[in-house]
């Protein structure tokens, strides 16, 4: 039990150093940026779902006990791929924009 203590004040220490990282007055810390990350990711995969995808029905392949529409071959690997990609670039901006304050600039620029 006392070992622990003995630890517990730097165990505090780097977790307060570690948490300036993650919580964040203004900017974007780790713990909003992945989240950022990952809702941009899910909105861009969704929208990426339907392009280039054939039914069974159009192929005229259709399994049995499925769907006629259901995608003859969904490409989701690439589809994931390339939504990593373009929420990559998509965070990138919104990284800059942030980080630079350039919103900031824009919103103050219209006080009357």
């Known amino acids: 039990m006392m070992r622990y203590l003995r630890i517990l004040p730097v165990v505090l220490a780097v977790g307060a150093w570690l948490s300036q990282f993650a919580i964040r007055d203004g900017g974007v ?6 989240v950022v990350f990952i809702i941009i990711w899910w909105l861009v ?8 995808v054939r039914s069974q029905e159009e192929c005229g392949d259709i399994v049995d006990g499925s769907e006629p529409g259901a995608p003859s071959l969904p490409m ?4 994931a791929w ?6 990559s670039v998509i965070w ?14 824009w919103f103050a620029s219209f006080r009357y």
């Open 29 to 34: 810390g780790i713990a909003n940026g992945l």
């Open 45 to 52: 995969l969704f929208m990426m779902l339907p392009i280039g």
């Open 76 to 79: 989701m690997k690439r589809k």
């Open 82 to 87: 390339w939504a990593t990609v373009a929420a």
């Open 92 to 105: 990138l901006i919104y990284f800059v924009v942030t980080e630079t304050g350039m919103l900031n600039a």
